[in-house]
Each structure stands twice: as C-alpha cells, then as structure tokens.
C-alpha cells in the first residue's frame, strides 16, 4: 500500500514537471460487463465497480489541474441494452449525482453534461440541472457526463441549427468554416480533447466525440474500467506527454 501511494507520487511530480499537460482528457469507460463475467457477478456489479473507478479518476485529475474530463457514461445506443440494464445504469447516476454533489462541490469541480438530457424523465433531468446549477461558479476540473450522447446525432443537431441560421440570415454560407461549425456542436465552450482514453481494449471511437477528436491522441489500455487504478491514469497521461503533436503540420 505505502509503495503504491509512492509510486504514485512519482508519477505525478513527473507529470506535473513536464510542461504538456493535456487541458482535456475524455475516457470511453469500457469493460464493466467484461470484468463482472469474470467474476460470475451481474454486469450491474461491474457497473457499480465502475462508479469507484469514476470517483478515483476525477480526484486524480483534479489534483493534476486537468482542467476539463469527459466521461462518456451512456450512449443514445446504450438504451438498446436490456431494461434491467438500462435502468440499474440511471439508478447508479442519480445516486452517484445526489451523494457525491456535495464533495464535488467542495472540489471545486463544475459538473456539466453533453447529450440530449431531455431525453430523460423530468425527475432525472432535475437531479442533474440541480447538480450543475450548484457546481456551476466553481473553476477547477470540469467534469463532463457524456449522457444520451451520440457523435453523429451531435453533428446532425449542428447542421440543423446551422441551416435554421442561415435561413434567417444570421450566418453567411461562406462564412462556415471548422471554428463555426465546432460552435454548433454541445461541446462550444470546450477545448477539443488532447488525449483519449478507451479501457477494456477495443480499437474503436464508437461514436464518441466524432468531430472533435480530429487531431486527439489516442490511448488504449486493455484494462478493464472497474480495474483502471490512477496509476493506469498517471501512466496514460505520461505516454501522451512523449507524442509529438504535428496536427497535420510537420513539427
Ligand atoms: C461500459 O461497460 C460502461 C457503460 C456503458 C456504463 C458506464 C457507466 C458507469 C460507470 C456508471 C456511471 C456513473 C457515473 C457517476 C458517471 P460495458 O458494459 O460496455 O462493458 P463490456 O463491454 O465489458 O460489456
């Protein structure tokens, strides 16, 4: 135990001795059913597994100065799961939300959320825009909860808006461009992530943040999430640290 919290330490002076620390780090949090199987447990017992590793990730990232961390947490595809399933996830969000808030808040971490959380029931949507209505004046990590998210239905959302835009003559076609387009998107006041996470190793973005991760860098670990310990995180973050980033460019 006192030689992991050492190494621990290591990790991050290293980390915070080198100049690049990523503003942004988004996580595709995957393998909760994975390691529940392989304990003979119900996939909601590697979800609830999976809250423990979300609240030791956003402690890590807040002690780093990160300042923005997208989690995704439920795709507009996930509601296509079983309904036990999909149900026991909500329950462990809104619980998550109503217990945690208040140490968040002492955090200094403002919570916000990407996706269409209209889709929820009025009940739910309020935990969460009450949640954010306390955080919202805080300024140290920015949690985002990718929630009833999709990357192509945030894209088609942004060119609805745009055409509706142009429609009325607020924008000029001319004038659209990757800075105006990304303005449209739920993430406008976001950076682009520098750095994604997937856990559980599957080699895909699964409609995650489609528009945004252009010029991210990727990171894939065959851990599974309820196993990503803030080692993994530390580790994740000093690979990113060595890449050179040329954004198409030549350095
Ligand atoms: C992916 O594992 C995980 C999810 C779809 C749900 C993630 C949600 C949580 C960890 C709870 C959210 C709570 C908060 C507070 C953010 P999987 O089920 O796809 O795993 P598998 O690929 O091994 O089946």
């Known amino acids: 135990m006192q030689k992991l919290r050492k190494e621990v330490e290591k990790f991050k002076k290293k980390i915070l001795e080198n100049k690049n620390l990523p503003q942004h780090i988004a996580i595709i949090m995957d393998g909760n059913g994975r390691w529940a199987k392989k304990r003979g447990l119900p996939r909601i017992a590697g979800h609830k597994a999976g809250v423990k590793t979300v609240k030791r990730i956003v402690k890590a990232a807040g002690e780093l100065n990160i300042k923005f961390l997208t989690l995704f947490t439920f795709s507009t595809e996930n509601w296509r799961r079983p309904k036990k399933e999909v149900s026991a996830i909500m329950g462990l969000l809104y619980k998550t939300t109503k217990k945690e808030i208040d140490e968040l808040y002492q955090n200094n971490v403002r919570l916000i959320t990407t996706g269409r959380i209209d889709g929820f029931s009025p009940r739910r949507k309020e935990i969460l825009e009450k949640a954010m209505e306390k955080t919202k004046n805080n300024t140290g990590l920015t949690l985002n909860l990718a929630l009833n998210y999709s990357g192509r239905v945030e894209i088609l959302d942004a060119v609805r808006k745009i055409i509706k835009d142009l429609k009325k ?31 559980s190793g599957e ?12 010029y991210t860098e990727l990171y894939i670990t065959d851990v599974l999430w309820p196993d990503f310990s803030v080692s993994d995180f530390h580790q994740a973050i000093l690979d990113y640290q060595k890449r050179e980033r040329r954004f198409g460019g030549v350095g």
């Open 203 to 214: 080699l895909r973005l699964s409609n995650f943040l489609l528009w945004q991760t252009s």
């Open 169 to 199: 003559g607020k924008i000029d076609e001319e004038k659209i461009d990757s800075k105006l387009f990304s303005s449209y998107l739920y993430t406008k006041d976001l950076p682009d992530p520098d750095l994604l996470i997937r856990t």
